[in-house]
């Protein structure tokens, strides 16, 4: 299983853009890049998840580079809302029903 | 947009007790899974479930922890005789059948706060 590190907290402000960069060096081919993002008293909430190159959704962006050993989740014009606990997962693409393994994720608080 | 709902949202329980935690999966989900989260630590695996069988399970479901798909829609998680540690944050959570390329994602539920005294 592929280790993760990210930065344990991010501060920001109203309307700026967030990156958050996660390392995964040890990172097997089948292996996909899942991001999720968890608000106090919530379970986690699936945000992107990507292979390689770039993926864009209507919440984020996922940039992974082409060796694929670190991802970066971008947020573009953050708000008070997007204040949470953001986390990068790396797992098995092959086969349905994985178990999702957490670390302990980037806690990002926007200011206003 | 479908969603995971767990109830009750708090249950407060006296050690040794058996408590049960429910949920309701999205309808066309085949994988159900359980996690627990202690306050302010990660979010942990508990067990994972698929065609009414345990798929894989943690160290830490034990034999105190059990796992039932009663009926069509409801998925439980039965802890038999409670201790303090138990006290957490469970999750539910279902994801669909895959598509034969990556994987789908897991949705969760808001959870359980459980509580033991």
């Known amino acids: 299983l592929a280790k993760t590190t990210q930065p344990i907290s991010m501060d920001s402000y109203e309307g700026q853009e967030v990156n958050i960069t996660c390392s995964h060096n040890n990172i097997a081919t089948n292996d996909y890049i899942t991001w999720y993002q968890q608000f106090p008293s919530q379970g986690p909430r699936f945000i992107i998840q990507g292979y390689k190159t770039k993926v864009t959704n209507e919440v984020a962006s996922l940039f992974i580079p082409a060796d694929r050993k670190s991802s970066t989740l971008s947020l573009p014009r953050v708000s008070l809302s997007d204040t949470a606990v953001y986390y990068c997962l790396v797992g098995d693409g092959r086969a349905a029903g994985n178990k999702l393994t957490f670390g302990g994720g980037t806690r990002v608080l926007v200011k206003p | 947009e479908p969603e995971v709902t767990q109830t009750p949202s708090h249950q407060v329980t006296q050690m040794g007790q058996e408590v049960i935690l429910r949920c309701v999966p999205i309808s066309n989900h085949l994988y159900f899974y359980w996690y627990r989260q202690i306050l302010g630590q990660k979010v942990e695996f508990l067990v994972s479930?698929?065609?009414?069988?345990?798929?894989?399970k943690s160290e830490i479901f034990d034999d105190q922890f059990s796992v039932e798909r009663p009926d069509g829609s409801n998925f439980t998680l039965k802890i038999r005789s409670t201790k303090l540690e138990d006290s957490a944050m469970y999750f539910c959570a279902s994801s669909p059948p895959g598509t034969g390329g990556w994987e789908q994602p897991q949705h969760f539920g808001d959870g359980t706060r459980l509580s033991i005294l």
């Open positions: 479930f698929y065609n009414n069988e345990i798929s894989e």
